[in-house]
């Protein structure tokens, strides 16, 4: 019974140490994000704070001055969750709807085309990097399979 009792509370001990680390992951790319936009207003950047922020957080992961380990939870839940951060904006739209009301068909019609286009464009040159790529290493049986599936 107390070698039960002693696994549990050594799994609610790790459970609280891993929280704990997401917590202090999450609070960590907060205060990035924060010094960011604080940087770029300050110094008047024509760049949002966040992308300064995501710049500062690549450099800092590629000259390992801050190691994965450090960020890789808090933006894995980030990532999860993403989705919930768009829920304001979302909102915000509302407070356009008599534009929506005016102009919305053609609002849709620019997304789905301007879509449609990069996905295209993005089809094209990935399948020409392919090609290249198949023919530089000699593997021309992949591009051979490539167009006999079409």
């Given at each position: ?109 620019t ?6 286009l ?31 599936a079409?």
């Amino acid at each position: 019974m107390r070698e039960r009792a002693h696994r549990a509370s050594d799994r609610a001990a790790i459970g609280l140490r891993r929280l704990a680390a997401l917590l202090l992951q999450l609070v960590l790319l907060a205060a990035l994000a924060y010094a960011g936009d604080w940087t770029a207003n300050r110094l008047h950047l024509p760049l949002p704070g966040s992308i300064l922020a995501m710049l500062v957080l690549f450099l800092l992961l590629q000259l390992r001055i801050v190691p994965m380990r450090w960020v890789e939870r808090g933006g894995d839940w980030y990532i999860r969750h993403l989705l919930l951060f768009f829920i304001p904006p979302a909102m915000g739209i509302m407070g356009y709807a008599n534009l929506l009301r005016t102009e919305g068909i053609a609002i849709v019609l620019t997304v789905l085309i301007s879509t449609a286009l990069v996905m295209t464009g993005v089809g094209l040159v990935a399948e020409q990097v392919s090609r290249r790529t198949a023919n530089r290493w000699g593997d021309g049986a992949v591009a051979e399979k490539g167009r006999e599936a079409r």
